[in-house]
Structures are given as C-alpha cells and as structure tokens.
C-alpha cells in the first residue's frame, strides 16, 4: 500500500492590502502564524506567496471564506472567489474555503490579551499595518479546519489506554 503523502497547509486571510498567512501539517494539526503578505503591489504579495509555498513545501491552501453572520454571501465573496482562482491557476493546488467568520475579531482579541495596552488605537494600527492580525487571523482559519477535520486531535483515553 502507497505511503499517504503528509499534507502541509497554507491558510491565507485574504485582505485587498494585507493577506495573512498562517501554516501547519496534518501530523500535529496547530497552526502558526507566517509573515503575513503586506507588499505594496499585488504581484509582490503573490510572489511572497509563492516565495511560502516553496519554502514550507505546501500541498494544500485553505482561504478564508467570508460568509456573513446571516449565512448569505456578501460582495467580498466574489472578490475571494477571483482570489482563490488566481492561486488555483498560479499555484494548481487544492484550495479549501473555510468560513472566515469572526477570525479578524478573534485574531485582534488574542493579541489584546496577550500585550498590555493592545487595545489602544496606535497599537490596533501597528499590529494591522504589520499584517500581525491577519495572519494571526489566518491561524484562526486554519486551526478551526484541523479542529473540525480531526486533524491533530489528541488521543486521550480509548480503547488502547
């Protein structure tokens, strides 16, 4: 029997400005935060895509899928799906959409509670224009698709304790 390739992982937060990138594999399904992709021009911020795909040696994207609270779609929708056509035809890897909902207000809740002062506006401003919050955003994504996928879940307990 064909050993199972491992699958590594890219999740992306797709921002028309920002785009965070998180990563993680099927082995130990947590996600971690990537530099996120903040470069002036939208071909830059595909190439640093690319430049993490290559390094990570990724097979499989996962894109945040904004759905709204609701459950309708709304007009970011259709600006993710262009963006997720473009990766499919540059990268030719399987995309998986996830939905995005509340990552961006986790992801910023994280950072509030992790650094004192957070939540003041300078500070929101910083981790935004770094594209800190997007990525971390990004490892929202990705690690509620391992979550609700199994992958990584820890075996505690069982039929083999």
């Known amino acids: 029997?064909?050993?199972?390739?491992?699958?590594?992982?890219?999740?992306i937060d797709y921002g028309s400005r920002r785009i965070g990138l998180a990563h993680g594999d099927d082995e130990l399904g947590?996600?971690?935060?990537?530099?996120?992709a903040v470069e002036a021009g939208e071909a830059e911020r595909m190439e640093h895509i690319a430049t993490e795909i290559r390094a990570r040696r990724i097979n499989v994207l996962v894109v945040g899928f904004p759905v709204n609270m609701d459950g309708s779609h709304g007009y970011k929708t259709r600006e993710v799906d262009a963006f997720i056509g473009e990766l499919e035809r540059r990268f030719a890897l399987p995309v998986i959409?996830?939905?995005?909902?509340?990552?961006?207000?986790?992801?910023?809740?994280e950072i509030s509670a992790k650094r004192k002062g957070g939540r003041n506006a300078r500070a929101r401003q910083q981790h935004r224009k770094t594209g800190e919050i997007d990525s971390r955003a990004a490892a929202v994504i990705l690690q509620d698709f391992f979550n609700a996928n199994g992958i990584g879940a820890p075996s505690f307990g069982g039929d083999d304790a």
């Open 30 to 36: 947590v996600a971690m935060p990537a530099p996120a």
């Open 97 to 109: 959409r996830v939905d995005e909902t509340l990552s961006s207000y986790e992801a910023e809740s």
């Open 1 to 11: 029997m064909p050993e199972q390739q491992h699958r590594r992982f890219l999740a």
